[in-house]
């Protein structure tokens, strides 16, 4: 849990506590055990400190620019520390939680946080597919086989299959497949191969 939350810009972390904006409707549970809560470690003037470091680094642009001499030269533009006032600082405690998950043989991670009304979510690794790395906005789909995660299956360059005997939801690595009227693949799970193995079918891994 972090006690500590500098809030440094307008971005989607700093909305929700400033303003306590309900961006994920989530039930904050309680707790059977006493929550200790230390004091701040740091002190009005280190706050201030790191807070206009942060500016800084967060508004340093690199510009390039052509001079009369037709040269094209590089500066980098960045605020200087005597320009930058902080009239006051507040200290609450926004609580960040991470949770980790074990699915079959996968490990996930979810960083979320806490406000008065609700939590935010900012990252969780079960949001993203394992085949393409981007981020799965609707359904998704877990393999039964491996514990990953993945796009729902689709006709063409699909990133996950369903088992065509038991119906098994299968990602790509984990799909096998024997041929089906020679140009047609029928996806099968490990377990569906085996059998069709031993009825002396030639079964394949999708991805070898």
């Given at each position: 849990?972090?006690?500590?939350v500098?809030?440094?810009?307008?971005?989607?972390?700093a909305?929700?506590?400033?303003?306590?904006e309900?961006?994920?409707?989530?039930?904050?549970?309680?707790?059977s055990?006493?929550?200790?809560r230390?004091?701040f470690?740091?002190?009005?003037?280190s706050?201030?400190?790191?807070a206009?470091?942060l500016?800084i680094?967060?508004?340093t642009?690199c510009?390039?620019?052509?001079?009369?001499n037709?040269?094209?030269y590089t500066?980098?533009?960045?605020?200087?520390?005597?320009?930058?006032?902080?009239t006051?600082t507040k200290q609450s405690?926004y609580?960040?939680?991470q949770?980790d998950l074990?699915?079959?043989?996968?490990?996930y991670?979810?960083?979320?946080l806490?406000?008065?009304?609700?939590?935010?979510?900012l990252q969780?690794d079960?949001?993203?597919c394992?085949?393409c790395?981007e981020?799965i906005?609707?359904?998704?789909?877990?393999?039964n086989?491996?514990?990953?995660?993945?796009?729902?299956?689709?006709?063409?360059?699909?990133?996950?299959?369903?088992?065509?005997?038991?119906?098994?939801?299968?990602c790509k690595?984990?799909?096998?497949?024997?041929?089906?009227?020679l140009i047609?693949?029928?996806?099968?799970?490990?377990e569906?191969?085996?059998?069709?193995?031993s009825?002396?079918?030639k079964?394949?891994?999708?991805?070898k």
């Amino acid at each position: 849990m972090n006690p500590l939350v500098l809030i440094c810009g307008l971005n989607v972390r700093a909305r929700f506590i400033m303003n306590n904006e309900k961006i994920e409707s989530c039930q904050i549970p309680k707790f059977s055990f006493p929550v200790q809560r230390p004091n701040f470690s740091l002190g009005l003037t280190s706050i201030s400190d790191h807070a206009k470091n942060l500016i800084i680094k967060q508004y340093t642009r690199c510009v390039s620019y052509y001079g009369k001499n037709n040269v094209r030269y590089t500066k980098t533009c960045k605020p200087h520390l005597s320009k930058i006032f902080i009239t006051d600082t507040k200290q609450s405690y926004y609580p960040e939680w991470q949770i980790d998950l074990k699915i079959l043989e996968k490990k996930y991670k979810g960083i979320f946080l806490e406000n008065q009304n609700s939590i935010l979510k900012l990252q969780f690794d079960m949001d993203y597919c394992n085949q393409c790395k981007e981020k799965i906005y609707n359904t998704k789909l877990i393999c039964n086989s491996c514990g990953n995660i993945a796009h729902p299956p689709k006709k063409l360059w699909s990133h996950s299959y369903l088992c065509s005997e038991c119906g098994k939801t299968l990602c790509k690595q984990c799909t096998h497949y024997v041929r089906k009227w020679l140009i047609l693949k029928r996806k099968l799970c490990r377990e569906c191969g085996l059998t069709f193995e031993s009825n002396s079918a030639k079964v394949k891994k999708l991805l070898k």
